[in-house]
């Protein structure tokens, strides 16, 4: 089993920069890679970034160039720092961790982004 608990949510303004953080415990030993996906009311929840073990990223056109996803292996954290923000970015941010045969989530965190 892995836990992941997320925090740095927020109301900010546009143009502002958020981090959020999810700091893994358990078997994450197993982890293969780690993302970030948000929910926005009424929408699917969709990927917004994720990091694998040796370093590779990958990110939403939406969020590309503005998003920034990062590990501290020591302190068994992924952040994502949020630049730019927009109206658009709103949403309840969730932590994902997956390995080849199970998935695991966070609780969520809201980021509100004021126009």
């Known amino acids: 089993q892995v836990q992941l608990v997320e925090s740095g949510g927020g109301l900010v303004q546009t143009g502002g920069s958020l981090r959020l953080s999810c700091a893994a415990s358990?078997?994450?030993?197993?982890?293969?890679?780690m993302n970030w996906y948000r929910q926005a009311p009424g929408k699917q929840r969709e990927l917004v970034a994720g990091?694998?073990?040796?370093?590779?990223?990958n990110y939403a056109s939406s969020v590309k160039g503005r998003f920034t996803i990062s590990r501290d292996n020591a302190k068994n954290t992924v952040y994502l720092q949020m630049n730019s923000l927009k109206p658009e970015d709103t949403a309840v941010y969730y932590c994902?961790?997956?390995?080849?045969?199970?998935?695991?989530w966070g609780q969520g965190t809201q980021v509100t982004v004021s126009s």
């Open positions: 994902n961790a997956k390995n080849f045969m199970a998935t695991w």
């Open positions: 358990g078997s994450i030993s197993s982890i293969n890679s």
């Open positions: 990091i694998t073990t040796v370093g590779t990223t």
